[in-house]
């Protein structure tokens, strides 16, 4: 979760010498049949279809997903219908297409509970349900988690300062999905997603060294070999020949095609096009050429585990297809809407129908994908397009649902932080314009994207001022590109410029007065500029117009705390935990309240809810620094020292140059007569922060390692 630079995480107060700081489906059955096939779903992030040895890969070698396609069914055509994870993993558990279900994009939207899952459909008929995700785009608070036992999306907290995105790798999310499957006695359903193929490509030893050339790949190899321990658990267990198990991915990866340097901007195959394996029992291996998409998966699964389908799916069953008989002949919607929503340029969607792909957007696209898979030759100049745009707008209409098209959009501050740091174009800005040019379409817009990536890479080579350079000349031009002012003001920041930050955001939020996403950016660094009063003016402002962002009401909290404000603090961080109740800089926030408001009243129920409250914090991020230091000063407060020091030995190891730990770890070690320790840890201390210090406390901390030193 976010952490915040002047929240009640890190406060200081000396005390005692110490610096403290949907309801399942109908026709749910009891029980379960005997013998009926588990499911294991398994979704790999980003991932081209092009690099699967099975789909005629060269570069990489993944002889886990090779060995299970040898013994599946193929589909060499499978789509997605939208180049973002969360609503290609929405399509894909609710077997319908965004017109439908209303997620078009990571940040924005949230599944309603209205709606139908896999999960929630099998859960009814007996299937112990788990869900196993590495990374933030789907995250519980998205709605993905109706219909699931277990919904285990563990992968930790970040900073919102930072650009690169925290992951759970691969090896973490199959040993949590291993641990669960060893305690299930009747059918289940696991969904196992790996995040690693994602931006940035960090690929561990030693695929690292072995495809130095091509990071991409080498996280390619690592998620195959990973997979390669839940196959074999699956294997030695016996739960192979009795599991139905589907491979595909969320999308693929431009990597430069057509000018896109990774996904979620264009629709092209290099995005679009995913594998999609299934071995089933009694389904003899082989391979199907005709068109398939997301939305198929959950028929398919119906009929492969002999479980009646639901009404309302928009996918056909690709059974009789994996059984050499007629493919599926419907037409596939597709969209790629993120710079739609988030900037108001010109949407882009489209129809797959045999081997025509259209593309509606102000410049049309019209290929041959027998001829031209790769999609180099627009035949729309030379076409007539009446027929493909009333076909497209006639599948549009009959996709589309009325509660798709006023799906409620659900961002928060920690959304759109985390999703920035992946690449994405993370706001809550509704699109005003209705009619669009050529000037809108992405094509035409291209160069200010890949600028903004040109800033990101010179930002991650550590070229800071030449990363500022490229998203001013941004903003000069597109007053509209968010992420250009968000971003410049973040590298501000991390210069000490905070002021400049501040009018960054100023700017931002005079030229885009309804982006939300602005306007908490910008309450935010009024925070952080130390301006509450201002601050508390916009966030409010913001809450007024979307009252369910956790990150918001939460430095709302932080602003109110910083004015001694507790009970307002309080009611703010109640409003955070309500929306989302798993949020640990929040509990960590109540954590440092509660031990506030004991010292002033040395009510002792207090103090053991500061220490609840930063064990929840613990529990949920255990390497969150804030939480183990604040659970430091109340167990010190409480009486246990050697709980103290160990909690503060721990935020010294996750942040060695935390000051307040640093400090209270050399106080307490001195008083127990160690003062080799003592000294360690008040030179450290010294280190950082010596020179901020007024001269009364110069003295008094020479003092102390003069003390120490005798």
Known sequence: MIRVSRSAAAFLVLIAGLLIPSAAASGTTAGQEKGRPNLLLITVDTLRADRLGCYGGREVKTPTIDALASRSVLFERAFAHTPLTLPSHTSILLGTTPPFHGVHDNSGFIVRDEFLTLAEWLKGRGYATGAFVGAFPLDSRFGLTQGFDVYDDDYGSQSRDEFVFVERKAEVVVDRAISWLKDRKGPWFAWVHCFDPHQPYQPPEPFSSQYKGSAYD??????????????????????????????????????????????????????????????????????????????????????????????????????????????????????????????????????????????????????????????????????????????????????????????????????????????????????????????????????????????????????????????????????????????????????????????????????????????????????????????????????????????????????????????????????????????????????SLHLSEFLKGKRPELLSKAVANFRRAIELDPVYASAWNGLGAALKMSGDVDGALAAWKKAVELKPDFSYPLYNLGLILLTRGDKAQALVYFTKYKEGNYASLPPNEKTKLDALIQKCRE
């Not at 649902?401 to 992946?422: F, I, N, Q, Y």
């Not at 690449?423 to 050529?438: C, D, N, R, V």
Request: aromatic residues 10%.
């Open 218 to 591: 080498g996280e390619v190899a690592y998620v195959d070999s990973a997979l390669g321990k839940l196959m074999g658990f699956l294997k030695a267990n016996g739960f192979e020949s009795g599991t139905t198990v589907v491979l595909t991915a969320d999308h693929g990866e431009s990597l430069g095609e057509h000018g896109e340097m990774t996904h979620g901007y264009f629709a092209y195959n290099a995005t679009l096009h995913v594998p999609l394996i299934i071995a089933s029992p009694g389904l003899k291996p082989g391979r199907a050429a005709g068109n398939a998409s997301h939305i198929d998966i959950f028929p398919t699964v119906c009929d492969a585990l002999s479980v009646p389908k639901p009404a309302g799916l928009q996918g056909v069953s690709l059974w009789a297809a994996a059984k050499g008989k007629a493919d599926p002949v419907q037409p596939i919607y597709f969209e790629a809407l993120t710079a739609y929503y988030n900037r108001g340029w010109a949407p882009l969607r489209g129809t797959i129908e045999g081997n025509t792909k259209f593309m509606d957007s102000p410049i049309p696209e019209l290929y041959d994908l027998e001829k031209d898979f790769h999609e180099q030759n627009n035949l729309a100049g030379a076409a007539g397009l009446g027929a493909h745009k009333k076909a497209f707008d006639e599948l549009m209409k009959s996709q589309s649902s009325a509660g798709g098209a006023a799906a409620a959009r659900k961002v928060d501050r920690d959304t759109s932080e985390k999703l920035r740091s992946l690449g994405y174009l993370a706001s809550l800005q509704a699109p005003q314009k209705k009619t669009f040019t050529e000037a809108d379409d992405l094509k035409t817009l291209l160069p200010f994207q890949n600028l903004w990536m040109q800033a990101l890479s010179a930002y991650y080579g550590g070229k800071l001022d030449e990363a500022v350079r490229m998203l001013k000349e941004i903003i000069s031009q597109r007053t509209d590109f968010d992420l250009a002012y968000t971003y410049l003001a973040n590298l501000y920041k991390e210069k000490g410029r905070r002021n400049d930050a501040v009018d960054v955001l100023l700017e931002a939020y005079g030229n885009n007065p309804r982006s939300f996403r602005i306007m908490t950016s910008y309450g935010i660094a009024l925070i952080d500029a130390g301006r509450n009063d201002e601050a508390l003016d916009v966030l409010n402002k913001a809450v007024g117009i979307i009252d369910f962002d956790p990150e918001a009401w939460n430095y709302i909290g932080v602003a109110h705390w910083n004015k001694g404000e507790l009970d307002a603090a309080l009611k703010a961080y109640e409003r955070a935990l309500a929306i989302d109740n798993n949020y640990a800089i929040v509990f960590n926030n109540l954590g």
